[in-house]
């Protein structure tokens, strides 16, 4: 399947992806996340993992009682979403010091490139030390040269709940956005990251954010940088921040080592 992400985690909540270096792929690196459907659908379903499903157990019954409180109370009108991601099997997973390089290559067009990464459903959050979900210390570099652009390094659909997205940078990106999170409920940081767009941008609007409530309360936007366009409304330098540009200067230079990238 020419757009099947090069690795697919599918209900794998807690799980750990760790400096690996993923490239020269025709289509995305990564996709974490499960079914979006809690009940069976009528008709046509754009996920075709529903037939992994087992309907009797996405009920109201396995959730825990707290996390249908939270979602009753809080979620609203997103109720449903907010319950079923208790099901999606990404809360809680950890992805980190990852390099991806030349990939999404030589596709004809970018409908259906959603993001280099994929993240689908991690709303979920009992723990806040141990069910967030972490997008941190990854670069994306050396983006396709040839062929349509990618749509961006990071998506993350509506459930975007409860993350990390930290210190991550885009290098050179031949792409429409950095990074699209969809922030309907909850809770997410995203501090220190570094993108440098081509000329593929969308301009200033869209380099992080997504429909949803763009409240401070549900995403915390500190210290990120946009190189290819400072007078972007989500540039703002902090030097309150100088030892996670630090880090995430080292981050980049390792990675464009290791993918053999222009610097």
Not at 73 to 83: G, L, N
Not at 210 to 216: A, E, I, M, N
Request: net charge negative; charged share 15%; with cysteine.
């Amino acid at each position: 399947k020419f757009d099947a992400p090069a690795l697919v985690l599918w209900n794998a909540a807690y799980t750990a992806v760790l400096s690996n270096y993923i490239h020269d792929t025709s289509a995305r690196a990564l996709y974490l996340g499960g079914s979006r459907y809690c009940a069976q659908p009528k008709g046509f379903a754009t996920d075709g993992g529903i037939r992994m499903n087992r309907w009797e157990e996405l009920i109201d019954a396995n959730i825990p009682t707290a996390w249908l409180h939270t979602c009753n109370k809080s979620a609203s009108p997103f109720t449903t979403d907010c319950k079923c991601s208790f099901f999606r099997g990404a809360h809680g997973s950890v992805i980190q010091h990852n390099t991806f390089a030349r990939v999404t290559l030589s596709r004809d067009r970018p409908f259906f490139a959603d993001g280099v990464v994929y993240v689908s459903g991690p709303g979920y959050v009992s723990d806040k030390s141990r069910d967030v979900t972490v997008f941190e210390d990854n670069v994306w570099l050396a983006s396709p040269g040839e062929g349509a652009p990618a749509f961006r390094m990071l998506y993350v659909d509506g459930y975007t709940g409860s993350m990390r997205v930290n210190r991550n940078a885009v290098v050179n990106g031949n792409a429409h956005q950095g990074f699209n999170l969809c922030q309907w409920y909850g809770h997410s940081q995203v501090h220190a990251n570094a993108i440098q767009l081509l000329d593929a941008s969308w301009g200033a609007n869209f380099e992080i954010g997504c429909d949803g409530q763009q409240l401070p309360q549900i995403l915390d936007l500190q210290a990120n940088l946009v190189i290819s366009d400072p007078s972007s409304p989500i540039d703002q330098p902090d030097q309150g921040f100088v030892h996670s540009y630090s880090q995430l200067w080292d981050t980049v230079c390792a990675a464009t080592i290791r993918a053999e990238a222009p610097s």
